[in-house]
């Protein structure tokens, strides 16, 4: 590229940029994704999906404590609280202070260890709320957890080639209890984390301002993709009004280029400050250097598809069906080509999937 070249080519893009800049809705809309973002920042800071459940024993044996003691340590997002009167648990589920509670009979610990659990737990649930099966979850896990030790007693005690006499098997169950408790909640066999497109790993804890400002990437790709379509509707134009005919054949190319560029260049400017918000500094070279490349690879493929379609109103028919297969095969919001393998190669067909590529 020649010093002339470039000189026209700088300022066709300064033109075309003070364009857009000269229009107020499109000020607006460079303004609504980071101020959104901030919002939901700061609405979301100290948010959190907590669910109240409240737990009521009358178990004459020492399963159902055991149960209690370990959901009384789990992790935010659920709240369990042990009652001394089923009463008073009712009066908190039927106020809605408490969604909903469990009672566990007083013959839960023998039929547990009988292997018969049915009808062993009461589930009690505020009216409107669908959190009990939620929370039943969580207490249904500990029921299989505990169950799932009285078996493996089981087998071991029934082994012909093993002897124990019940002073020693029971000594072997105090050793192997808390063997077993620290294997179950190891991560050393296997573990699952909750990763943003950008690599960060998340606390899965508190999913909902997780889920929503680790979306900010994906729809700051979004946003990058119209902004160069933008860019496209007015190079139509432009064509059409033979600006483009007085340039040089070199020059005409990249001048084109710069009326896409000067879109998405912008939407690429506001979609950096909404990561960088959502997301914080500590990555922000590397949002650069991803922002630069998928706001080319944006210009380069919306000057092809305006190259293939003869018209503005050809290309305006094909956008929907490139923004919604966006969202659907790109990973905007949801990444489906987890759920469906074959979405994995469809969705390079769609912009946003370069960014995260």
């Known amino acids: ?42 609405l979301l800071k100290d948010a959190s999906i907590t669910i109240r459940a409240g737990l009521y024993n009358e178990d004459t044996g020492s399963s159902a404590e055991h149960i209690i003691q370990r959901l009384s340590k789990n992790p935010e997002g659920i709240t369990f609280r042990e ?12 106020t809605r202070k408490y969604e909903c509670g469990f009672v566990f009979s007083e013959d839960f610990s023998r039929r547990l260890s009988e292997g018969n659990t049915a009808e062993t737990v009461e589930l009690y649930v505020s009216p409107g709320t669908a959190a009990g099966s939620i929370a039943a979850e969580y207490v249904y896990s500990e029921i299989f957890t505990l169950y799932a030790f009285e078996e493996f007693m089981d087998f071991i005690g029934s082994r ?36 943003t497109p950008t690599g960060t790993v998340k606390d899965t804890s508190v999913m909902l301002p997780d889920y929503i400002l680790g979306s900010a990437s994906g729809i700051a790709a979004l946003f990058i993709m119209l902004g160069a379509f933008a860019g496209t509707v007015h190079l139509y134009r432009d064509s059409r009004k033979g600006i483009f005919y007085s340039l040089p054949s070199k020059t005409r190319t990249l ?9 998405a260049f912008l939407t690429a400017l506001s979609a950096m400050i909404t990561i960088t918000i959502c997301n914080g500094t500590e990555n922000l070279p590397e949002t ?3 922002l630069t490349v998928y706001t080319v690879i944006c210009t ?26 966006s969202i659907i095969f790109c990973p905007v919001l949801i990444d489906f080509s987890v759920i469906l393998p074959a979405v994995k190669y469809l969705k390079w067909g769609f912009l946003p999937t370069y960014f995260f590529g």
């Open 1 to 42: 590229m020649n010093k002339n070249t470039y000189n026209r080519f700088c300022i066709c893009l300064r033109l075309f940029i003070k364009r857009l800049l000269n229009k107020v809705s499109f000020i607006l809309i460079l303004c609504l994704l980071p101020v959104f973002s901030l919002g939901l920042k700061y």
């Open 83 to 94: 009652f001394s009167s089923k009463d008073e648990m009712l009066d908190s589920i039927r």
């Open 160 to 195: 012909t080639y093993l002897s124990f006499s019940p002073r020693e098997f029971s000594s072997l169950r105090e050793r192997l209890q808390p063997v077993y408790t620290e294997y179950l909640n190891s991560d050393e066999t296997f573990s699952f984390e909750y990763k």
């Open 255 to 263: 001048c084109k280029l710069a009326d896409i560029f000067s879109g």
């Open 288 to 290: 650069m250097f991803h």
């Open 300 to 325: 380069v493929y919306c000057y092809l598809l305006y190259k293939l379609l003869p018209n503005v109103r050809i290309f305006s028919a094909v956008m929907p069906i490139l923004i919604m297969g």
